[in-house]
């Protein structure tokens, strides 16, 4: 397994959905950063099971227990060793799928790779691991907020329901007020009422997460082959459920010529700019101190009420029909998320580039 | 920088568009394996610029010199050195550019983030470096198809030509058969049409490359975070002027739901398999047999004819029209790098796969 | 900071002396595995403070609380996640050392390097540390007992108190059998009556201890910068307190020729193997089928209770004195610890040979 | 294989003894660094065949071509790609090599680990490698000098013959001005001595070299598992012919107490230091600022031409006697390959905890 993400500031997981506990270690955080840890459990908050009547009725309280590394109040260097207890587990609502390949899931290809697996939710498939994901996340925009490099992610499409709207022209403080994570009050009233009306018909439904980084230096991002967008799209599609990635003008201007796209040069009072910002904020790999922004599309939750047709290790037919809690839409649960994973890799490159030059 | 790709089996290259030469380093290749250098110079000229009326007219023949590794015939474990000379470089031609940023090339970044640049082509940032993915890329295909595991990749959209029809309604084995490297021979003359008239117009063009991965055991990739389609989506981001990636139902499908998406799994004859395959052949993280297929977006080369306003290192405005030798549309030339980076990645995964169980 | 070790199978570790817990995350352990928690337990005891009249009369139970990656009984392939509480710390012990220097420890290092340190019980620099070894080398023992790789190691010198016997010629079974861990059982006598005297004057001894691997098969390192005793060397000069490493020959026979030291080839029923084992059983690297065995100098602990000048953060002279609970001599404690990280060496080779051909 | 070294500037490298070429890349190098081209191919010649009466007289003019990352005098940022061609290959006299293990070498253990050995010269397993480490120590020398750290190693035992003053009663400005390398003159000329009497019975004779690092600033090296001194152990043992490695009081005063090896804090004008410096200039894995110093042992080159017996691939025995171009000692050009490693060492752990503190 490959349970490490980063290179100088580097979270290394553990834990399965209905083990004892889920955790982490964040090695290579930089001493003397103030850990607020108030600020880590507002951000598990918004990542947690049960927050909004759109969300799996689950209740896991996901409280942050640091373990070391951390001292006075301050990061010492060494390693930061962190746990969230799983408190709601229910093991046996999972022993009629002990055996059963569940569509959409990762129970087949566990067992191919592994023969052996945890069944019980997911087991370590499940996108409860991504609570620790969302630990490391905070720490990195603690220290991102000091240098000045702040992350917001939305909702920007659920199903067909797509704000057309580019990400400035959208009032990014408003992403919050409402249960779907999108700033556009009337587009999110209709992605609460399809992600309503799939749940009620027992299906579920993706969507697309919108991420806008700004106050980037110049100079992040290692070419060659860690250029800054390789390192977003890998932490991306690391996350469940995410089946693509794109950037500044991405999959939607491929029909464009180069004249419309480049993105030319201008200076204003010493200051170093370019007039658009098709690029995305990074030319090379390396940020060039414009926005940077992306998207990551979702799939939906492959765990659904309606009665589908699988088999069993043993390869016979079974019919399966999901019971009770789940969430008919993770994109609002995933905002977060993406957040997290882009402030580990912003950090991480900011700590690189200081090998950049003697 | 991060010159260096792959966990086990691994790339590491040199190597600036003007200088003496371009190369690379491929450690961990197992021991054993039978080098076709025809068949690695075969997969270099597919790259090559100068091979078609709309490509590039700069000549590089571009011959693969190895230097250690192979001895008679064989890998031996050791590592395998490999120059490509750098035949045809006019480096005055870009003597002009010393202080200019060109508008969508890397300059400005490189400058930023270095305080020096190689301005000669490009230096580092040049898209030349692709020659050295193809050499590791097709030793690792040499390595595959011992195992059974092929990889095609094609021209799927040209600007706004796209062919409709999905991969396995089209005969792959004609991709090499036109030079835009499209399967539907009718796309494909549409698709150089419009290179040709972009080129007349001294404006550039991008499109998608699809990329199909047949024959891949059940069990490859690693989570956590080095989720299969991670990995590659890593690779491909990683690709000069890639703008995005997806696989399975991807950015496309983002409208429907869970219950149309689920591939069901079925037995045939003690095989299983998944009546679809919108999971583009990937179940958390992990190859489930099926084909795995994925897209990548390329923009327009940013070097095009057309005047265009940018600045100098100094601020001062300067107008900027390329001379000469340059693609209007890399999209075909890219086809071979996304097969070499895919084949680099599947090889990597099955090797790391060995660990799984002991 | 660098909390992990290994390439595949790989130990990530946290916790400070004082903290709520030190532990660890396994990654990369294959599937499959029996995990017999009454055997990681043992070897934990083996290195827990109190267990003698010889070490600290510090009591910690050290008892292991395994949080992932096990379900029923076996390695899932999943990131073992494990815990150790720390039990029985009292900081208030240490108040007056916050701000002091003390001889022959990491604090001023420390606090130089980052601007902040846990001064309780040393931080991250103690050598409670080791225990979370202990767990990852239980479960390298446990997968190399199934492949049939043996490792014991032992306490051969204390101060001027020497074994000269060759390790061939010691009955290994009795390592266990005095509280010196020294086979021999005459000088384990006068070694516990050197630190016993040695403890009663304030002051501290050191050691060597050996260690011996059988039941490598050829094969195992991997040239050039991983050489087998490169790696060696590196996990026993990461061990606390150690100053030095040899295997083989080493320095003991530097006055030897060539022709006294190449150990010559032989052929015995169609097993092939070298008369001598000056080589240390590692030959460019890699192992041979021969013995591995290799010697690791540990110094005396820093901690004594004799009266040391020193200075505080202030620059100002201290007189210190260690009261109570601290080992006169840590070389029986470091034999398990030894023995840890030579299988988690000897591990993870194996698993990396699995690339060594195709 | 791993043929890389090096954590942030990292030297990956190819190349068998009879090949076309070695050499290799270093990635990870900060832009900006002078380059003087004459200072390595010096460095290159302190450790070339042929240099002396002692040395083995075969003639490699071993000239180093850099082949990118180097523009106008000064890296930037870019790998640097160099190769030093195989000038002198004789391979036929290799062939009656072809089938037999040569006792000492690595033969048998490439044979067994790969299926497949390139026998000319020791293919990989040639000390010519260490050329390739020469260049990439001497740019971390060059990058070193600016920062003050300074790196002198020396021959202080040849067999029996041996310095018995420590590194300080020294006049290391001598070290180049004999052909051992040895600073004392009369030690010199006896160590010559040993060395033209063993080869003129056709045997071999190792050694011991020692280093010293002067002007290290505090705070260098990784704790846990990176400790400096690990780091240190680790390249020293991936050097050929190395058998261990000690630093500071190392295996020699074991057997003295802590409160002798203790070394007692000071402040002088505001600097603080210690008194003695048994600990090597390293507390807690971290430099201290005092001297870094250690010693690597080396075997006598298995290469002799006195008649040895061994078997061939059939496993018949074989009489071996080597022909010709060998060293008697290989430790006056193993001098240069210890203070390169060193310096790669000490350069990357200075890159490195540019991330201890925000």
Redesign the interface.
């Known amino acids: 397994?490959?349970?490490?993400?980063g290179?100088?500031?580097?979270l290394?997981?553990?834990?399965?959905s209905h083990?004892?506990?889920?955790?982490?270690?964040i090695?290579?955080c930089?001493?003397?950063?103030d850990i607020d840890t108030a600020f880590v459990q507002a951000e598990l908050d918004r990542r947690k099971p049960g927050q909004s009547s759109i969300t799996t009725q689950r209740h896991e309280d996901d409280r942050i227990?640091f373990?070391?590394?951390i001292?006075e109040g301050?990061t010492?260097?060494?390693?930061?060793?962190f746990?969230i207890a799983n408190a709601d587990h229910r093991s046996a609502d999972y022993d009629h799928l002990k055996n059963v390949?569940r569509?959409?899931?990762?129970d087949?290809?566990?067992q191919?790779?592994?023969?052996?697996?945890?069944y019980r939710g997911g087991?370590?498939?499940s996108a409860r691991?991504t609570a620790t994901r969302i630990v490391a996340g905070a720490i990195a925009k603690l220290?991102l907020r000091?240098i000045g490099i702040d992350i917001t992610a939305y909702t920007t499409?659920i199903?067909?329901v797509a704000i057309t709207k580019n990400y400035h022209e959208l009032d990014l403080t408003q992403v919050e007020n409402n249960i779907v994570r999108c700033p556009d009050a009337a587009a999110a009233t209709q992605m609460v009422e399809l992600i309503d009306a799939?749940r009620r018909q027992?299906?579920?439904?993706?969507?697309?997460v919108q991420c806008v980084i700004s106050g980037t230096p110049?100079?992040l991002?290692?070419?060659?082959?860690?250029?800054l967008?390789?390192?977003?799209?890998?932490?991306?599609?690391?996350i469940n459920a995410?089946?693509?990635?794109?950037?500044?003008?991405?999959?939607e201007q491929?029909?464009?010529?180069?004249?419309s796209?480049?993105?030319?040069?201008?200076?204003d009072h010493?200051r170093?700019g370019?007039r658009t910002n098709?690029?995305?904020g990074?030319?090379?790999?390396?940020?060039?101190?414009a926005d940077i922004y992306f998207?990551v599309?979702f799939?939906?939750?492959?765990?659904?009420s309606?009665a589908?047709?699988?088999?069993d290790m043993g390869?016979?037919?079974v019919e399966l029909a999901a019971h009770g809690r789940h969430d008919a839409c993770v994109v609002p649960r995933a905002v977060p998320v993406v957040e997290a994973m882009a402030a580990i890799v912003l950090f991480d490159a900011y700590?690189?580039?200081?090998?950049?030059?003697?």
Do not use: W
Not at 7 to 10: L, N, S, T, V
Not at 261 to 267: P, R
């Open positions: 397994m490959s349970n490490t993400f290179h100088i500031f580097r290394t997981t553990f834990g399965e083990g004892t506990a889920i955790g982490g270690i090695d290579g930089p001493a003397g950063i227990e373990l070391s590394g001292f301050k010492t260097g060494a390693p930061i060793g746990c390949y569509p959409g899931h990762a087949y290809t566990y191919q790779k592994y023969g052996i697996r945890d087991g370590r498939a691991e220290a000091a499409q199903g067909n799939c027992g299906d579920s439904i993706g969507g697309i110049a100079g991002g290692e070419p060659l082959y860690g250029k967008q390789a390192e977003l799209a890998y932490a991306m599609l690391s995410a089946k693509g990635f794109d950037y500044g003008s991405g999959f491929v029909a464009q010529t180069g004249s796209l480049n993105d030319t040069f201008y200076t010493d170093i370019t098709f690029a995305g990074i030319q090379g790999g390396i940020s060039n101190g998207r599309v799939k939906p939750t492959p765990t659904i309606k589908q047709q699988t088999i390869g016979n037919a700590l690189q580039n200081r090998s950049a030059t003697l």
